[in-house]
């Protein structure tokens, strides 16, 4: 048997009448950027993390750049970031010329310890991006100072994990949300920032020929388009019953797994984006994993600021951040996993110990 990672033909499998349906709708409307679909993925978006609003645009990572910048981040400031992270955290925080400060994590959950966030303020901070990493909703940071989180893992919280300013998702396939190509959202409250996201994603456009800066930033081509917002749309009545499978999933790796594979800590409302351990020798138990043909992944293998790309963009000493690179490692927990593919997980991690 052979236990994957993700397994996204399964899960188009399930809704495969209803989403290609949809798409062949749009196609034969003529209507590829904007129009019903795309508001009712927005819409359905806002719904789900529990904000009024929703801008729809073409990847998490535009996502976190144009909340950044509809917040007021400009070239020079710092934004303080979790070390435990996708590179994209901090990347968008360099796309836009500001500064990423790295600051340590949480030894239990990996997600930004509020306390190395306030150590890491200073005089030029501007914003915060607390992550709610593998679906644990990240502590509130108790700073005066904007919050953009990043909820690309944390869809089916309960309660929702949105509370910043805005907040940027992602919907990038592998997602328990996912397109069948990039997509992301920007949520939040206030209608005015959310006006300056769409306008930032559609040239800073306020007319069909006029083209404006928004807060002296210029706007760039980024939206979410009618295609990947009818896929969305035809995988939203699964997600309930999707998160709820990869509870069930993650307490029975709880009950049963050995004691050298120790979770990280999820709390009730958990939607185990991933089911992360803590294991020790970590190379041999992948690799007597993979013999056994269960995949695994390491998320992730080295700090933000260890990151090559940011050699000199970003700062920040991360002990437990460096230790939990070390030993973290990602077990098969998807929705289309069945209890023969389950069980057989169990029993390779009872062999590899």
Known sequence: MRVRMTDLAARHAEVAADVEARVLGVLRSGVAIGGPEVAAAEAEAARWFGR??????????????????????????????PALSFFATAGAVCAIGAIP??????DDDGTLDPDAARAAWTP???????VHL????????????PIVDDAAQAIGADPPAAYGSLTAVSAYPTKTWGASGDAGFVLGDDPDLLARVRRLGNHGATGPHHHDHVDSVVGRNSRLDA???????????????????????AARYDRE?????????RGP?????????QVHDRDRLRASLEAAGVETAVYYPRPLQRQPALAGRARGETPVADALCETLLALPVHDTLDDDAVAHVLAACAEAR
């Open 269 to 277: 409302g958990h939607p185990v984006h991933h089911y992360v351990v």
């Open 257 to 265: 797994l050995p004691p050298a594979f120790r979770p990280l800590a």
């Open 101 to 106: 400060v790295v600051a340590d994590v949480l």
């Open 124 to 130: 030029r901070t501007r914003a915060v991006v607390p």
């Open 134 to 145: 593998f679906g644990a909703t990240a502590a509130r940071p108790d700073l005066d100072l």
């Open 227 to 249: 295609v990947q917002a009818a896929v969305l749309l035809g995988h939203a009545p699964r997600l309930a019953s999707r998160v709820a499978r990869r509870r069930a999933i």
């Open 52 to 81: 009024a609003h929703a801008v729809g645009v073409n990847g998490g990572t535009d996502a976190l750049i144009f909340a950044l910048q509809a917040v007021g981040v400009r070239p020079g400031d710092e934004v303080i970031v």
